[in-house]
């Protein structure tokens, strides 16, 4: 069992950057990839950002390509999500999850409980 919990959400102004975290309280992350998604309020969730076990292979969702940066430790079973330049359409509820999948954006096994992101001045 892989358990995920995430940290690092918070109130940023627009322009500002925050990097979220995910580690797993349980197994470690070989060999899953690591992915990140987000809820807004009364929207679907949505793909952000996926990485390969590797570290080498990472897929971006268009709207956050060239100002967020996934990447992992997994020495220390922990995957970041660094976001620069936020926008106020990127506040959402974001999400860790794992799976071993071919998929970059669906059948993710494992979800963390989220952590509140609001951009807004």
């Known amino acids: 069992q892989v358990q995920l919990v995430e940290s690092g959400g918070g109130l940023v102004q627009p322009e500002g950057s925050l990097r979220l975290s995910c580690t797993s309280s349980?197994?470690?992350?070989?060999?899953?990839?690591m992915g990140w998604f987000r809820q807004a309020p009364g929207k679907e969730r949505e793909f952000v950002a996926a990485?390969?076990?590797?570290?080498?292979?990472?897929y971006y969702a268009d709207s956050v390509k060239g100002r967020f940066t996934i990447s992992r430790d997994n020495a220390e079973n922990t995957v970041y999500l660094q976001m620069n330049t936020l926008k106020p359409e990127d506040t959402a509820v974001y999400y860790c999850?794992?799976?071993?999948?071919?998929?970059?954006?669906?059948?993710?096994?494992?979800w963390g409980q989220g952590t509140q992101v609001t951009v807004s001045s």
């Open positions: 999850a794992a799976g071993r999948g071919s998929s970059w954006t669906s059948g993710y096994e494992y």
């Open positions: 990485i390969r076990w590797s570290g080498t292979s990472i």
């Open positions: 349980g197994r470690t992350f070989y060999p899953y990839t």
